[in-house]
């Protein structure tokens, strides 16, 4: 069983993830923290498999102080930000996958990222980056290869599924 504990600032997205998670017969959500303080305390209690967390978490330098529990550490982010990647790569981080990615990639990631394959989105990767300077262990997410298409199908599907989400949470006025 693989236990996972997710770092996120935003509940909605902390318990989707985490729902989502659960629902595969080989992962256990063992525990969900919206602040670093939090985190750093779930992961030195649970020491769990796999810690996902969102770049804004891991911008706060969060990283170093999970060494000591050997946790692997997989990041989700919004969108690329100029030098994260290179944050990442000098971080040791397994994974760096954008939030829009489906599921089905996001849970094969983690199972890759436990048999020692890091995994990162070729949205991410900077394009200034030196391909020289890195091993060849780099390996990017094979079902993301085709950028324009994968994205536009992603986005489709993100929208759909907030469009129904908002529906079912309109409440009645009054």
Do not use: W
């Not at 944050?87 to 599921?103: A, E, M």
């Amino acid at each position: 069983m693989i236990t996972v504990v997710i770092a996120e600032d935003h509940e909605l997205v902390l318990g989707t993830i985490g729902s989502l998670l659960d629902l595969e017969d080989d992962m256990k959500v063992v525990g969900q923290e919206s602040s670093v303080e939090g985190v750093l305390t779930l992961v030195n209690e649970l020491q769990p498999d796999i810690c996902l967390m969102d770049l804004d978490m891991f911008e706060t330098g969060i990283v170093e102080q999970l060494k000591p529990h050997h946790s692997k550490v997989m990041v989700l982010t919004t969108f690329a930000k100029t030098g994260s990647f290179q944050q990442i790569i000098n971080h040791d981080v397994r994974g760096y996958l954008l939030k829009d990615t489906p599921s089905e990639e996001l849970t094969e990631a983690i199972r890759s990222i436990m048999n020692e394959i890091r995994i990162y989105s070729p949205n991410l990767i900077d394009e200034n980056q030196d391909d020289s300077k890195n091993d060849n262990s780099l390996i990017s997410n094979k079902n993301s290869t085709d950028t324009s298409k994968q994205h536009n199908k992603t986005l489709g599907t993100v929208r759909s599924y907030l469009t129904t989400i908002k529906e079912k949470m309109k409440l009645p006025a009054g």
